[in-house]
């Protein structure tokens, strides 16, 4: 039984899990696969840190460059991270016909084609369960499990960070600033959250699911993306009031060629199964034409999640090779030929339902004048929330709309942002009443 | 591009749903695949009734022996069911080097080592993954997601018609026959729905789900299983006030070799998220050593969504066969070399939590009697519901009781029951207060 050769770059928290998983289930790993993995280097800048597991001497170097050419390792687990190391890494191995194994949402969203074609050309296996969902196997799902039907809709909570802040902002009515802080004392959120907090982390991957789900590669500048510093506890409190829970959801939706793609704040109904989905989980709903209303769930990031999904990723691959076929061709869409249809539909011409809040002066005939203007750009009302508060000079309205365009959204809000009837900028947050 | 045969046996509702797939989805599913699936011929004895797909001439037969002798067929699809003729279909086609489909859990169950070793000598490959939740791409994710990970546990709600049943009675408070009845109008249950409600239908999934696990091909006769029918609207009324929602689970889990595998009414935390997979849809949980806590839910059957998994499975072996390496090699272990480890903990040996519900008459020193019963059998009371009825002459004591071994309850029981103690069997559910 021949083994197979792994070269892992990248020794961070991540690839610190893989290399816990390879040596605790080394042999649960070499019985599944029918061959042992064996880690034969692992790259890193930082050599000398204690990440606390050992390795054999020599296998620690500083220069991944010697891996893309070393004939023992037959599979490059790329885990460095950003665009641009990482792409000439993993177009090294592929180009060295080196399978590899990424979980760099961030490369793939905007290097994937380059890197597909690249592997498709050179008859290798890019595998990337791990950029998306951590340890969930949705990638998998996508690319295979529902490889016969026609998906219609994806909305998934997949940035962890963003997740766990507006559950613990639900949970205890506190403040973004607050809580984000409290997250990065604890080590849940990055140093820089700029990524996670403000949707970018999200559209990265929402970019992969789509190019798998619909077969068109999004550019990732096109992708329109909010993040959730601009929820606060009173938003919180009036969605619940409503019956809606706040969560970052990155939503895709295909129909007649047409993708729709963005990420944003979302209020969700508190009955449905995502709005449960707390803390770091992630959970992706996918809705198809066939298979109906499906969700997979887990922990979306994290050492040993994540880590599972390189590790399995790694596997496959390896049985392959064992049987002189390690490649499955599945790129960044079930077919290489099948990817780059369809238009992206401009966040302009979305249609969703819509939560306002304006901050208003306390006087009679504030909420007349704001829905005259509503009506005037063809968004109708479904219900309203006024409070009244003893001695407050401004006061809060808000109101959930019907279905709407978002462009009469965005030209009715600023008719009133713009005229006296509000002391400060409305607040506006997507409202999907209907997720299938 | 040379198109990739298709025999399917069976024309029943799922095999409608196969039908009918090929057909809306062929474009979508030649662009994935890389080539046509054509349905060469389908088999069943009834060829003539309608049933609103249009074949051409010439593909409908009543006789499925020519599909296995047919070169232009490389995938025979099964979906006759049942674990007579169906095991000669499965055997007769990987006999004749063709590779199988089939969604027949009570197959795989009973026969599955048989089959996977002929694949396995015949090199050829038999896919599964309608056979467990239907569209829920389950296997898969154990079979390659988790590959890398010890799984710890599993549970599952995996039986459509006992969970829609449990939902209805939960939400309605109306006693199971009266549901039953209900749905079998609707068509939500089988004229003969024994095997559904009994539990038999969820321990054949588990068998699958526990070798793929675990690598431990369970005998289905040792798996212990309790169905529904017992269940009365009082229990699911007391379970409500302790915080509990009861589901049919099918439970197995993993340690130190020795595996439990088990079917069973059980209460679950109400704010679980397995307590909120309502109705006909199914949820299976699964805890790793690595990944952690993971959930996969959908719609566990019906015709569309267990032809999406059927046609999927078939894509996949065609996309393999177009490389020349249709097999994959993942049988029901994950490597065969993996399967028959471990042994089954026998059900006595169990430990979980209980809920009783004893009938007694309405006078003081009934408690402090089964109280002492069970307290002479190691079991200890965690809480009791005590409700007085005016002139009634029995009424219910309800005790939730700590961890304690399913031998000890057993005795306790039947001491209760067998003295004058109480007016009526003992109601007993077990209850899973942590699932992870």
């Known amino acids: 039984m021949k083994a197979v050769g792994i070269g892992l770059v990248g020794f961070g928290t991540i690839g610190r899990g893989v290399v816990r998983l390879l040596q605790e289930n080394a042999s649960l790993i070499g019985d599944r696969t029918g061959a042992p993995l064996v880690l034969r280097h692992v ?5 000398a840190r204690d990440r606390g597991v050992a390795l054999e001497a020599g296998v620690l170097v500083a220069d991944y460059r010697g891996l893309l050419e070393d004939d023992e390792i037959q599979i490059v687990v790329e885990l460095v991270g950003g665009t641009t190391v990482a792409r000439e890494i993993v177009l090294g191995a592929i180009e060295g016909g080196r399978h590899v194994v990424t979980a760099n949402k961030a490369l793939l969203a905007v290097h994937g084609k380059e890197i597909f074609d690249a592997a498709e050309k050179r008859g290798v296996e890019v595998r990337f369960e791990g950029s998306v969902g ?3 196997p949705i990638i998998r799902a996508i690319q295979e499990g529902f490889a016969s039907d026609r998906i219609e809709s994806i909305h998934g909570i997949i940035n962890g ?7 613990k902002m639900t949970a205890e009515g506190r403040p973004f600033d607050a809580v984000l802080r409290k997250a990065q004392e604890k080590g849940l959120a990055e140093a820089d959250p700029a990524f996670d907090v403000d949707g970018t982390d999200a559209a990265h991957k929402l970019c992969i699911l789509s190019a798998l789900a619909f077969g068109y590669y999004l550019d990732l500048d096109h992708i329109y993306r909010e ?10 409190e009036f969605s619940r009031e409503f019956g809606f829970t706040i969560k970052l959801l990155a939503i895709a939706r295909a129909k007649d060629g047409v993708i729709e793609a963005r990420v944003h704040p979302t209020m969700i109904p508190s009955s449905h ?4 989905v707390d803390g770091a989980y992630n959970a ?6 066939a298979v109906g209303s499906t969700m997979l769930y887990g922990l979306g990031a994290g050492e040993m999640p994540t880590a599972t999904a390189v590790v399995s990723d790694a596997m496959d691959i390896a049985r392959g090779l064992l049987r002189k076929a390690p490649r499955r061709g599945s790129g960044l869409s079930v077919h290489n030929s099948f990817l780059a249809r369809g238009q992206l539909k401009p966040m302009n011409e979305i249609v969703c339902h819509y939560y306002l809040r304006f901050t208003v002066p306390d006087r009679p005939g504030i909420l007349s004048r704001i829905s005259g203007i509503l009506g005037d750009h063809d968004i109708s009302i479904s219900s309203v929330i006024q409070k009244r508060r003893e001695h407050a000079r401004n006061v809060p309205i808000v109101i959930m709309t019907h279905a709407a365009r978002e462009k009469n959204l965005r030209d ?3 008719g009133i942002d713009g005229s006296d009837t509000v002391q400060a900028p409305t607040q506006m947050v997507r409202v999907e009443p209907d997720l299938a």
């Open 227 to 236: 993040g959730i510093e601009k929820i606060t506890p009173a938003d919180i």
């Open 284 to 289: 992706i709903y996918v809705h198809g034409a």
């Open 273 to 276: 199964l995502l709005a449960t």
């Open 134 to 136: 951590g340890g969930i």
């Open 43 to 47: 790259a890193d800048v930082d050599t």
């Open 412 to 414: 009715a809000l600023a």
């Open 161 to 167: 960070t963003s997740n766990y802040v507006l559950s």
